[in-house]
Structure formats: C-alpha cells, structure tokens
C-alpha cells in the first residue's frame, strides 16, 4: 500500500470513521487495554490512535501517547474526554521516532491490515517497548476458514485500492496474523490468539495479547 493513498484515505475518512467502525466492526476496546495491566506512572504506546476508539479505556495515572499518520485522525483523537495522560504525534509505525524502551506496553486497533509492511511495524514496536511489556491488537485478519478466505480474495484489489466504504477505510484483505505472529521469528511470546470468525468475509478480526521476549 502507498503511504500517501493511506493518508489520504483515512484523512479523508476522519470525520465518519467511528460512525463506520460502530456500524461495521464495532468491538468493545476496554478488554483490550485491560488486558495490559498498566500501573500508575507507566507509559503506553498508541500505535496509529486513529480517532482515539482506544483512549476512553485507558485508566487514570497512566501516560499514552498516541501515533498515527492522519493529522486529521487525531484532530478527532484530541476531541475525546480521557483519563489518561494523553499525547499526539504525527509519525509512521515503520520508522518511529522514539528511542529503544520507551515504553511499558503498547496496543494497536485495526492498524497491523493498513500497514505497507506489518512485520516492520510490529518490529518497531517492539523496539520502542520494553523487554516483557505487553503489546495488545485487535485487528482485521484473513479467516482461516478456506471457504470465507476465497471471498476474501475476492474482495482483497477492491478494499486495498477502492476502500470500503470507497476511499475512507483501505485494508488488507488478506492480512495474515498466521504468518507475522507464528512464522515472523519477531521476539515475541503469543499469550492470547482469538480469532472472530464470520461467513461475512469483510468481518473476520483477531485480538490477541503477545509480550515482548527480546533480551
């Protein structure tokens, strides 16, 4: 995917995106960020905050500061009421501008399918967090049902070029969570894989919870 078709769709996009995300692949965020037991004074990375679905969920105490290419994504970002310390930054998940053990943790929301190079972007991620910290997705995936991927296939040019809905949300609609968590040799220990399946081939997703192994 081209970094500028990317940006100009989801700046494009802003404004309707958690209209769209409510009526399509709606999920509750906050077993999401539970899920990275964050201390009082810890710090957490937002890889591509987007327009903030994750932000309400962080708790009080805590520092987050949120990424993402689409300066008009996080203009609607700053518009939620958070507890959390919250920053922004404009910057590109494959080259992020931050030193090595930033941060305590890290959680990414429908970000990993968007990316030119997933295997870069969790990479950096890793590189940014902390040994141990836990890093939490929930993302759009290929199914692992043969007959719903074969849609898949189907509509893979059409969500990567055209978008759905056209030219506000652009994904791969054959990202595969297989490959980049099992197969990638990315230092990293898989504590939950849950996968959502769905004979609709536009709303198979996974969440899963992994932890930083590098030494």
């Given at each position: ?65 949120g ?47 968007v ?24 993302d759009y ?48 220990e ?24 590098k030494?």
């Amino acid at each position: 995917m081209q970094v500028v078709k990317i940006i100009d769709a989801y700046n494009h996009g802003a404004v309707d995106y958690e209209q769209i995300m409510l009526r399509y692949w709606h999920i509750e965020r906050q077993p999401l960020i539970d899920s990275l037991q964050l201390q009082p004074g810890q710090t957490a990375l937002d890889a591509a905050v987007g327009t903030g679905l994750n932000l309400p969920a962080y708790p009080q105490s805590v520092s987050v500061v949120g990424v993402d290419l689409s300066e008009k994504m996080i203009n609607e970002a700053q518009k939620k009421t958070v507890a959390a310390d919250i920053t922004f930054k404009v910057a590109d998940l494959l080259n992020l501008d931050f030193s090595d053990n930033s941060f305590d943790a890290a959680a990414s929301g429908f970000t990993l399918c968007v990316v030119a190079d997933p295997v870069r972007a969790l990479s950096e991620i890793l590189r940014v967090t902390k040994p141990g910290a836990l890093i939490a997705i929930l993302d759009y995936c290929k199914s692992r049902d043969p007959e719903i991927e074969k849609w898949q296939e189907l509509i893979y040019d059409a969500a990567l070029e055209l978008g759905f809905p056209t030219g506000k949300i652009k994904w791969n609609a054959l990202m595969d969570y297989d490959e980049l968590i099992y197969h990638s040799q990315l230092p990293i220990e898989v504590l939950q894989d849950e996968r959502i399946e769905n004979p609709n081939p536009f709303l198979c997703g996974c969440q899963l919870l992994l932890r930083n192994l590098k030494s």
